[in-house]
């Protein structure tokens, strides 16, 4: 049977769409077939990620609309083989699309695709319902900040009365020296508060903006950065391996590492 993932927070920014394209990549690399769903309607961005963005013709509307047919809007990803996009309308109203059409939708997807990755809008309204309709699993992203924590919490208790389980943990935007200063909420911290299973912890890493600017997912480097390392781990995870944490402590660049990033800028 597929499994049908919504990535969710509540709060905007805090890595939903990052954690989406880089899981959706490494998953398809481990030879899975996948598809992410935008369902970011009014603010689509996981089609500029993944770099596809020019290649969209169709989006998830026109197939509710029945102006086309779920296959013409779904967008191949030359890159990776196995993954595929349904991207989202930007133009609509986005109070359009109602529950049950998505998970109509979703459902369809999720014959054809061993996983279906749906990347959530901010926020608890109707964008959340629609995400959530046709999941039967979620991942919540938050980032170890009170704010996004208690909205995460929320976002938990809805999954909850939506009875969709398991909800497993992504803590996004890490920064090891801070959470060693007292500085930043630890993993513990935000695991405690949240009260569900932790699946991956993902360090601050500025190759993140790089690959995001660029639309190519941080998984798919030859040499993987931190964060690229810690993404590849949450999909071995999903996979149903057991892929030890390793030491937050060493999610953070090493005093040789940010050298030789300073040494690499100058010679620029
Ligand atoms: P959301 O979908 O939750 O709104 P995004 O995935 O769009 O969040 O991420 C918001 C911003 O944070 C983007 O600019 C992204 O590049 C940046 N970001 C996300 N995760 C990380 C990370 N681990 N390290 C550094 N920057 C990150
Ligand atoms: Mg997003």
Known sequence: MSRVIV??????????????ANLG?????????????????????????????????YTA??????????????????RTPNLSLLPAAQSRNK???????MRELIDKLSSSHDYVLIDCPAGIEQGFRNAIAGANEAIIVTTPELAAVRDADRVVGLLEAAQIR??????????????????????????EVLAIPLVG???????????????????????????????????????????DFPDVASLGESFWER???FLNQRVI
């Open 61 to 78: 509307l026109e197939v509710i609309a029945g102006e086309c047919r779920l296959e013409q809007a779904l967008v191949k990803d030359k």
């Open 259 to 261: 050298a030789k990033r």
């Open 201 to 243: 912890i993902v360090p601050e890493d500025r190759e993140v903006i790089v690959s995001t600017n660029k639309g190519e997912p941080l998984v798919l480097s030859s040499n993987p950065p931190l964060a690229a390392q810690a993404l590849q781990r949450i999909a071995r995870r999903l996979e149903g391996e057991t892929v």
């Open 95 to 101: 109070t359009a699309v109602k529950p049950e059409q």
């Open 25 to 57: 990549t490494a998953l398809a690399r481990l030879g899975r077939s996948v598809v992410v769903v935008d369902a970011d309607f009014g603010l689509r961005n996981l089609d500029l990620l993944l770099g596809l963005e020019n290649r969209v013709v």
């Open 7 to 20: 990535m969710t927070s509540g709060k905007g920014g805090v890595g939903k769409t990052t954690v989406t």
């Open 166 to 191: 398991p909800t497993r943990l992504i803590v996004n935007r890490l920064r090891p020296d801070m959470v060693a200063a007292s500085q930043m909420m630890s993993v513990e911290d935000v695991v």
